[in-house]
């Protein structure tokens, strides 16, 4: 990928690639702090918040978790030894005498 300059009005700007991660200053922010917030909640792209130029923050999307109640114990449990076999010896068992 390569970056791609651009003049406006006599400046010299840099063209990010679009997979580059979006910057506002901290006063943008601050005007707009709740806009921004339901912006990256949407998208899940976080955005770098600048003081003079240099990274100061990163607002990024919160982790989510499902609340769906199956599957929810998965990776928890140790299954160790045999689940089928039954503890005691048939023999044993009066239902079956």
Known sequence: MQDSMRSDHGRMLWSYPSNAMKQISAEKFKTNCLALINQVKATGEP?????HGKPVAKLLPAETKDDSIFGYMAGR??????????ITPIEDWDALK
């Open 77 to 86: 449990a140790k299954i160790v030894g045999d689940i089928v076999s039954p």
């Open 47 to 51: 955005i770098l918040i600048t003081k």
